[in-house]
């Protein structure tokens, strides 16, 4: 016993009690959640933005069907996670969700289709590059269908929090 108080007034002991005290401030310190684009092939973060609750972000595509847009909206919960929030479209076809018990309104030449309000862990997404398919969070938009191909496989996620 002795001997570590001898070696802790000493200042190397102080040095390296300080040095241990930071390492483990490093590996126990809360990122702030981020919201990813992350291309899966290569683990490249293409995006990478600190979020809140109740931001909102969204993809937006050309439906291979009906050559109209789709835009699917996500918000980010109390819990910093991905929530669907709301289907906006021109027409309805295949794969376009629909209930008849929901309220739909019409917004700027688009029915808006509210949605379950589901967590979604992640979104997986291999956008084409024969129509404009883009991401956008806040004021950025980042255009993934003018990706490198390998590029184009893409998840996005919640990163710490």
């Known amino acids: 016993m002795r001997s ?5 007034q000493g200042r190397r002991g102080v040095f390296l009690l300080f040095l241990a005290f930071l390492l483990l401030l490093i590996v126990f310190w809360e990122q702030a959640p981020k919201l990813q684009v992350v ?3 290569s683990d490249d973060v293409l ?3 600190e979020i809140e609750p109740g931001d909102t972000f969204f993809h937006e595509y050309i439906h291979s069907v009906m050559k109209t847009p789709i835009r699917e909206v996500f918000e980010i919960n109390s819990d910093f996670e991905i929530v ?4 906006w479209t021109q027409a309805f076809g295949a794969g376009i969700p629909y ?5 739909i309104r019409k917004e700027d030449d688009f029915y808006v289709i509210p949605d379950d309000g589901r967590v979604v862990e ?10 404009t398919h883009t991401f956008q969070f806040k004021n950025k938009t980042l255009y993934l269908s003018d990706m490198a191909e390998n590029d184009r496989r893409v998840m996005i ?3 710490g929090g």
């Open 4 to 8: 570590i108080l001898a070696f802790l």
């Open 39 to 41: 291309a899966t092939e």
């Open 47 to 49: 995006f990478s933005e």
């Open 84 to 87: 669907s929030k709301e289907t």
């Open 99 to 103: 209930e008849s018990n929901e309220p």
């Open 122 to 131: 992640e979104l997986r997404l291999i956008p084409s590059n024969l129509y």
């Open 157 to 159: 996620h919640v990163q």
